[in-house]
């Protein structure tokens, strides 16, 4: 399985970016996707989950920013990141789960992890 995570960059406080992360080698198929993020000095924390049938769950720290998508045609999730401050300041991480586990928000229940984007936003 390889997940190809992409959409970093730099933004200005106030901004917006959309990560993409596409699976390939096994079906997607009942999958439960997730990105997790971690800061310099940090550990890796979740950020927001989405089930083969689109339940999403979502860290509260992104609440009402950040929308997590998925295209099962195209074996993508989507992270839309909206009103980015200094502190969303990390390296994201797509993850891909079987789609068995109840944790979403637990890295460990996670197979399998795509190489990282950096997010870098200024203030």
């Known amino acids: 399985v390889q997940l190809q995570a992409s959409g970093g960059g730099l933004v200005q406080a106030g901004g917006s970016l959309r990560l993409s992360c596409a699976a390939s080698?096994?079906?997607?198929?009942?999958?439960?996707m997730g990105w997790f993020r971690q800061a310099p000095g940090k550990e890796r924390e979740f950020v927001a989950s989405i089930r083969w049938n689109g339940i999403r769950t979502y860290a509260d720290s992104v609440k009402g920013r950040f929308t997590i998508s998925r295209d099962n045609a195209k074996n993508t999730v989507y992270l839309q990141m909206n009103s980015l401050n200094p502190e969303d300041t990390a390296v994201y991480y797509c993850?891909?789960?079987?789609?068995?586990?109840?944790?979403?928000?637990?890295?460990?229940?996670?197979?399998?992890w795509g190489q990282g984007t950096q997010v870098t936003v200024s203030s």
């Open positions: 993850a891909l789960d079987g789609g068995a586990t109840t944790d979403v928000a637990n890295k460990n229940e996670y197979d399998y």
């Open positions: 080698g096994r079906t997607f198929i009942g999958s439960l």
